[in-house]
């Protein structure tokens, strides 16, 4: 795994915790190749809980396409980081 | 004669993979664009072709003013995204009157019905939303035209995705390897052997040449199961030659008698529809009312859409009380689902993996019998 | 480009499979009497 920044750091602290909360798992470990697929729970239902929680933390939106278009939790941190410049 | 025993059909798909595989200048949204306008003049109907023409460019029209105006804020803009939003609203909801109550023999009824006008509403409202609230370019007018009524889809369907259907003007020219080519050829004839040997050999085989009545549970399990093979025959074929032209095709149908459960039905019957939804209903209601109610009504919202967008999928299918109960019911009964697969996922006893399994097989007899059920009672309206 | 087994196998098993399967078709359009419409209702 390559060395993060502080932000980049940062805003994945922040983003583990919003998982956990959402999922209602203390445990819960993510990385960037994390998907849908590796969290059970985690379906179309439940993202745009997690997006707008996401939005709710870090100050941010997102359009319906970003929604909809994510790939992986490393993307999702992607994203946040370019919407905070 | 159906469009599938037309030579002609066939001698125009070949023409158009020849032609969108060839090295040309020309991007590959027009040219196909330009190619599904002749396949449908010539194979089925030169008026048909036109109308395509004139929605393709009414749609384009209406889009191209907005970009040209900017942001869709200011006052003559909102009402050109009117215009435009609800122009084809208002054919649809007419062509699905006709189709439900009217005289289904009139000329413009025909024609929408030749191009699959249902269809051909979703892909309208897709472009209007990508367009206007994203950054995504509107496609020039021929090509739209390609995007709106793909040839190859015009049939059944499958949904494409319009974000994709743009990309292929980026990607780099490749001729079409024999490899490939065979992939595609042996699509479709799987798509072909489907339609006419399961699904019409087996119609054939249990109902003769009369029509299909669904008076008991068992006719509709058949039903559903000659559906399977009949439009999922016709999405294979579609796929196969969307592969032989290098048009993005969505895989319309996975395996849908596996499922274990009615969400997951929904992710494996009639596939590019629920991701339609999910695109252009589903996701954007459910983030704006979670915005604006707060995370904490998460659910409470989600179950609301589910309802709301089902019942929406039920009266496209038909404007009848039947279709939209029977929307209602599986989204509430989706929603369900999701209620009981989070408690569910909170007990430890539940990860067992012979209880999974229970459950799996368990899941699949309820599904299979919820969705028959669910198609028996608007089917057997449909086939009285 | 040298052709692999695989591929050959591949190209010949899709061969052998699309020819019957257009025999199948070609049998049951001769001999069904159905029309082969859309009926997805």
Redesign the interface.
């Known amino acids: 795994m390559f060395p993060m920044r502080t932000n980049d750091k940062m805003i994945f602290e922040k983003l583990l915790t919003v998982f956990r909360e959402v999922f209602?798992d203390e445990d819960l470990q993510i990385d960037g190749s994390t998907t849908a697929q590796d969290i059970?729970?985690w379906?179309?239902?439940v993202?745009?809980?997690l997006?707008?929680?996401v939005?709710?933390t870090f100050g941010v939106q997102f359009?319906?396409?970003e929604?909809?278009?994510l790939a992986d939790v490393g993307e999702l941190q992607q994203l946040i980081a370019g919407k905070l410049g | 004669m159906d469009v599938l025993l037309n030579p002609t059909f066939w001698l125009l798909a070949t023409a158009c993979i020849i032609a969108m595989r060839a090295p040309m200048p020309w991007p590959q949204t027009t040219r196909f664009g330009v190619l599904s306008l002749v396949v449908i003049g010539v194979a089925f109907d030169w008026r048909a072709s036109l109308l395509m023409l004139a929605i393709g460019l009414a749609v384009w029209l209406g889009l191209h003013r907005i970009g040209e105006t900017g942001a869709a804020s200011s006052g003559g803009t909102s009402l050109c995204l009117l215009a435009v939003l609800f122009a084809p609203s208002g054919v649809f909801v007419l062509y699905k009157l006709v189709q439900t109550n009217g005289d289904a023999s009139g000329l413009p009824y025909m024609l929408l019905a030749t191009l699959s006008f249902s269809y051909v509403f979703l892909r309208i409202i897709e472009v209007i939303?990508?367009v206007s609230?994203?950054r995504?370019r509107l496609l020039r007018p021929l090509a739209l035209v390609g995007y709106l009524f793909p040839f190859h889809m015009l049939i059944s369907g499958p949904l494409n995705v319009y974000?994709h259907h743009l990309k292929m003007d980026d990607e780099e020219w490749k001729p079409l390897t024999l490899v490939e080519a065979a992939k595609g050829v042996w699509l479709v004839v799987t798509g072909l052997f489907l339609k006419v040997v399961l699904a019409e050999g087996g119609r054939t085989f249990i109902w003769g040449t009369e029509a299909i009545a669904v008076e008991s549970w068992t006719d509709a399990a058949m039903v559903h199961a000659y559906v399977l093979f009949d439009f999922g025959g016709y999405s294979v074929m579609a796929f196969g030659l969307g592969r032989l032209l290098g048009v993005p095709t969505p895989l319309n149908f996975r395996r849908p008698f596996l499922a274990g459960s009615v969400?997951e039905y929904w992710r494996r019957w009639h596939i590019s529809l629920g991701d339609w939804v999910?695109?252009n209903l589903?996701?954007?209601l459910?983030?704006r009312l979670?915005?604006r109610l707060g995370?904490q009504h998460?659910v409470t919202v989600?179950v609301l859409s589910?309802v709301v967008c089902f019942a929406g999928v039920g009266v496209w299918h038909r404007f009848n009380s039947r279709y939209l109960v029977w929307g209602i019911g599986i989204g509430a009964l989706m929603a369900l689902e999701?209620m009981a697969?989070?408690v569910w996922?909170?007990q430890s006893w539940s990860r067992q993996k012979s209880l999974q399994w229970a459950v799996r097989v368990v899941g699949v007899a309820y599904t299979f019998f919820v969705m028959t059920a669910g198609w028996m009672y608007v089917w057997e309206e449909s086939t009285q | 480009m040298k052709w692999q087994k695989r591929e050959w196998l591949l190209v010949c098993g899709i061969v052998v499979d699309v020819t019957l399967k257009l025999f199948l078709i070609a049998a049951l359009i001769d001999n069904s009497g159905a029309d082969f419409v859309y009926r997805g209702f």
């Open positions: 209602l059970p729970g379906d179309s239902f993202h745009v809980t997006m707008v929680k939005e709710e359009d319906d396409d929604i909809g278009g | 939303r990508v609230a994203s995504v974000a969400s999910r695109r589903f996701t954007p459910q983030v979670v915005r995370s998460a989600g589910l999701k697969a989070s996922m909170r």
